[in-house]
């Protein structure tokens, strides 16, 4: 029944949301981008994922070191931002320089990519390591930056945040970040149970839900 919840909760997000996932260092957030990527294959989603610093094959390999399948993952379309480290389908690659990102230029080239294409899922991995990197005036003008793309109906932007490295280096331009989301997801582990939360949403019928799945049937779905 909690797989259900949580289906029904990315059901429930519109084109056009930038959605948070704000998590934090100790849980695991590779099984929500699994459990994502799982989820789309069924529904016959497109995925692209942005993979921002190597992220994405953080993710993987933690993943294969739980004992879990990450052919699907492998097989997503990506967008290679910064880093050395290739998985996946490359569709582009841009460089960070300075760990500033040309969002004009990535515009161009996911608009690019996506002609055709509509409701896509949109994982953007290690958006937070860019923030880490940034000063205070380039951390605001980063939010600036995300909240152009915020209505875009070719798809939903899922950014996966840690939230203590936020909090810590960067307090305000994470609180404005929460604010230009259209939805807020925290991702937690206890135990043997992960627990989605929906703390905001633009559809009042997700929002508030609280879902609580072992970690066993995520591994397993």
Not at 5 to 23: D, H
Not at 175 to 191: A, G, H, M, Q, Y
Not at 196 to 205: H, L, M, Q, Y
Request: glycine letters at 6%.
């Amino acid at each position: 029944m909690s797989r259900e919840q949580l289906e029904k909760i990315f059901s429930g997000i519109r084109p056009g949301e930038t959605v948070l996932i704000e998590y934090k260092p100790s849980s695991s957030p590779e099984l929500l981008l699994y459990f994502m990527v799982r989820y789309c294959s069924r529904k016959g989603v497109e995925v692209i994922i942005d993979d921002l610093a190597d992220t994405l094959i953080e993710f993987i390999t933690r993943l294969k070191l739980k004992g879990i399948s990450t052919q699907e993952i492998e097989e997503a379309k990506v967008m290679k931002i910064g880093g050395y480290r290739s998985i996946g389908k490359i569709v582009s690659t841009i460089e960070l320089d300075r760990y500033t990102l040309d969002f004009k230029y990535y515009g161009r080239v996911y608009d690019k990519w996506r002609a055709g294409r509509d409701n896509i899922f949109n994982p953007v991995l290690g958006m937070h390591k860019v923030f880490l990197m940034s000063d205070h005036s380039e951390a605001i003008r980063l939010v600036r930056n995300i909240s152009t793309f915020v209505g875009n109906v070719s798809r939903i932007a899922f950014y996966f945040i840690n939230r203590e490295t936020m909090e810590m280096k960067t307090p305000d331009a994470f609180s404005l970040l929460e604010e230009i989301s259209t939805t807020i997801l925290t991702w937690d582990r206890k135990c043997d149970n992960a627990i989605v939360r929906v703390v905001k949403s633009a559809n009042e019928d997700i929002c508030g839900s609280i879902v609580e799945i072992p970690i066993e049937d995520m591994m397993k779905y």
